[in-house]
């Protein structure tokens, strides 16, 4: 299944914010 660059780069975008949210998370955490 083929991607276009913007969908590649949609995707990238997605797993990058959805790291950084879970950076954000453990920083966060009270414990």
Known sequence: ???SGKQ???MLLMSL???T????L???DPE
């Open 17 to 19: 914010d959805a790291a």
């Open 8 to 10: 590649k780069a949609a």
């Open 26 to 28: 453990k920083g966060v």
């Open 1 to 3: 299944m083929a991607l």
């Open 21 to 24: 949210a879970a950076e954000l």
